[in-house]
């Protein structure tokens, strides 16, 4: 079933606005996506009817708000299959789920010496935080390459396998520049395979398609509320076993179970991992959208993204200065499988200025790097520009991306 | 409206530079760059006898604001005092720029040239 775009965007009321006396046209949903009613009145409603401090009260409104918060915990761990709610770790984003990772199950087990593989094509924050942690541990960092057509090498994976000094593999399970979606559930059985630990960064992924943790294989996934309709929360879900035997990360109120003056000890999985007063609201609005993204369907989300996208590369076709990062067909001329994400460059002409230009149309795209300079170096461009597609985009909004790229070559266009 | 910062007067700098190109025997010369957006600049200047910027040249790439500002600050800084440079700041080269107002993500643009003419002092040691 298509998707009923007109009747989506009625449910979020950023689209009521306009933006220098144009209707919005929001491309850059990649960066993070607008909210619908569903979610904002959870969380609305939280504070209003319900607000209290989880896991502590003794009162009515605690037991209410705690049963919430938990709802929705049970609620992201169906959305993503996870085997247990207890799985669910609730983090400010995926960013700092990575860095949980990195900081706690790194820390205890990666020694000099040791190496971690990322490919090419990871965001800062699947980079960043491995990078520091060999770095700290005199680890080696080993990157699995990007081709052109934004394919990752997996002939590069076994030879770093080898040797058996491989503790970590991490990997993008969907590009944010390329479009690109890596075979993860191979990188997972080969890093398993030679015994390494499976950290899978889904912040693009999760929101856009259906996401069954226990068939991608991973050890560890992240992904961020924000980018799914929801507030600016993230999730790390983490084998339960893995998680059960890591040192908690941060210290705190409601991770311990009892504190004495010279020791203390930890709260079960995944309490250990939710130091302080957490995001109540957030976490329930981020229940509410799930909710809202399954009443949709993922796999027809998935479906519409397909079909924008390919509409989109379709029609920047016409524009013969316009390139587009990443192959849109295989080996045999077929189309690929691609996110809804298209980024691009112009000939002599600044991501920034195409922007600039586009905004005046009220039309959003993100110009810069996108947090993925190392794939920006192997690429040879200083930035890109990118439009990212969601539920609530159309044809429409192709059409318009379209019209005013025309204009942006008529006002710079040598 | 942003349109306004693509009228003639800035296109005409950002498609035909003055002062593009690097400099002989300059006092200054720095490399400077964006690296959130990619826009690099390769500055080169002289002094006179009496301390004051004699020439500026230019060259480098990057969008339409950091490269108008670049050759339009090769001019506009021309006989000033090291302390006039000092002092100069975002109002300045909004002036200078036709008086362009510039939205928060691009400021950093129009102010390349301007921050690379400051380091590239203080490295040659006249600042």
Redesign the interface.
């Known amino acids: 079933m298509p998707l009923d775009v007109a009747a989506i965007r009625q449910e979020f009321p950023i689209f009521e606005r306009k933006i220098?006396g144009k209707r919005l046209v929001f491309l850059d949903s990649a960066a993070s996506s607008q909210k619908p009613r569903a979610v904002i009145g959870a969380m609305m409603h939280t504070y209003m009817h319900g607000y209290a401090n989880v896991h502590r009260g003794l009162y009515t409104l605690a037991e209410e708000a705690t049963a919430a918060y938990e709802e929705a915990r049970a609620k992201i761990a169906r959305f993503i299959n996870a085997a247990d709610p207890a799985e669910i770790v609730n983090v400010r984003n995926a960013t700092e789920g990575l860095n949980l990772v990195a900081y706690s199950w790194g820390e205890a087990h990666i020694q000099a010496g040791d190496r971690i593989v990322i490919t090419e094509l990871e965001h800062h924050a699947n980079l960043v935080p491995w990078q520091q942690l060999a770095l700290r541990k005199g680890a080696e960092l080993a990157y699995i390459p990007v081709d052109e057509a934004g394919e990752l090498d997996l002939n590069a994976l076994p030879p770093l396998l080898a040797d058996g000094r491989t503790k970590i593999v991490a990997c993008s399970v969907m590009s944010n520049v390329l479009s690109a979606l890596p075979p993860v559930t191979q990188v997972a059985e080969i890093a398993h395979d030679a015994g390494a630990l499976v950290v899978m960064d889904g912040a693009q992924a999760v929101p856009h398609q259906p996401v069954d943790v226990q068939a991608l294989g991973a050890d560890f996934l992240a992904f961020s509320g924000h980018k799914m309709c929801g507030p600016g929360v993230g999730v790390l879900w983490g084998r339960y076993d893995l998680l059960d035997a890591m040192p908690p990360f941060l210290y705190g109120g409601d991770m311990i179970r009892t504190v004495k003056h010279d020791y203390a000890k930890w709260n079960e999985v995944p309490y250990k991992f939710e130091a302080g007063t957490p995001a109540i609201a957030e976490v329930i609005g981020l229940g509410a959208a799930v909710d809202f993204l399954n009443a949709i369907g993922m796999e027809a989300i998935h479906a519409h993204e397909q079909e924008i996208v390919n509409y989109a590369l379709a029609r920047l076709a016409e524009l013969p200065m316009v390139h587009v990062l990443g192959s849109g067909k295989g080996e045999r001329g077929e189309l690929r499988e691609r996110s809804g994400v298209v980024s691009f460059w112009m000939d002599n002409i600044?991501?920034?200025?195409i922007a600039?230009?586009l905004?005046?149309e009220g039309i959003c795209i993100r110009?810069?790097?996108h947090c993925a300079?190392p794939l920006?170096e192997c690429l040879n461009?200083?930035?890109s520009a990118r439009a990212s597609f969601y539920i609530y985009n159309d044809r429409d909004d192709v059409d318009a991306l379209i019209e005013a790229l025309h204009k942006v070559v008529k006002?710079?266009g040598? | 409206?942003?349109?306004d910062?693509?009228r003639e007067q800035l296109?005409d700098h950002?498609?035909n530079p003055d002062h593009f190109g690097v400099l002989d025997d300059a006092d200054v010369d720095i490399e400077m760059d964006n690296?959130?957006?990619?826009?690099?600049i390769h500055l080169t200047a002289r002094l006179d006898s009496t301390g004051r910027i004699a020439e500026v040249m230019f060259e480098g790439?990057?969008?339409?604001?950091s490269m108008a500002s670049a050759s339009m600050f090769t001019e506009h800084v021309k006989g000033k005092t090291l302390e006039e440079v000092a002092a100069m700041g975002l109002a300045e080269i909004q002036e200078m720029m036709g008086g362009v107002k510039l939205?928060m993500?691009?400021v950093k643009?129009a102010l390349l040239p301007l921050n690379a003419m400051k380091e590239g002092l203080k490295e040659s040691g006249d600042l």
């Open positions: 220098n600044h991501p920034h200025d600039t230009i905004d005046d110009a810069g790097h300079q920006h461009l200083p930035a006002i710079l040598k | 409206m942003s349109s910062l693509y296109l950002y498609h690296p959130t957006c990619g826009d690099m790439q990057g969008c339409v604001i939205s993500g691009r643009c």
